[in-house]
């Protein structure tokens, strides 16, 4: 299972540090990554990270102010969001890749955690 936490209500230019929780077996040997999904909109693609931290990757609109992050000691990836606009509020869930590393694409993820609310005002 997965946990994300974190969220919250944030003025734009602010910071947040998002954390998600692992209590499966295959973190530490699997990519991760976030996502999130704003009202009416399509889930995105937020980051990935590979296994071993050697790599990650950032979508355009997020790419320069947030980054991710893990503890494979304690199960633990983190997404840390500087700059935050008002175009970030959405709920932001975390993922587990199927193998050691991840594309931006849904499916190379196989299981989702319960999200958690980011709300940036103008």
């Known amino acids: 299972q997965l946990q994300a936490s974190g969220g919250g209500l944030v003025q734009a230019g602010g910071s947040l540090r998002l954390s998600c929780s692992a209590s499966?077996?295959?973190?530490?040997?699997?990519?991760m990554g976030w996502f999130r999904q704003a009202p009416g909109k399509e889930r995105e693609f937020v980051a990935v990270?590979?296994?071993?931290?050697?790599?990650?990757y950032y979508g355009d609109s997020v790419k320069g102010r947030f980054t991710i992050s893990r503890d494979n000691a304690k199960n633990k990836i983190y997404l840390q969001m500087n700059s935050l606009k008002p175009e970030d509020t959405a709920i932001y869930y975390c993922?587990?890749?199927?193998?050691?590393?991840?594309?931006?694409?849904?499916?190379?993820?196989?299981?989702w955690g319960t999200g958690t609310q980011v709300t940036v005002s103008s």
């Open positions: 993922a587990k890749g199927a193998y050691k590393w991840a594309t931006v694409d849904r499916k190379s993820f196989d299981s």
């Open positions: 499966r077996r295959g973190f530490s040997t699997s990519a």
């Open positions: 990270i590979s296994w071993n931290s050697d790599e990650t």
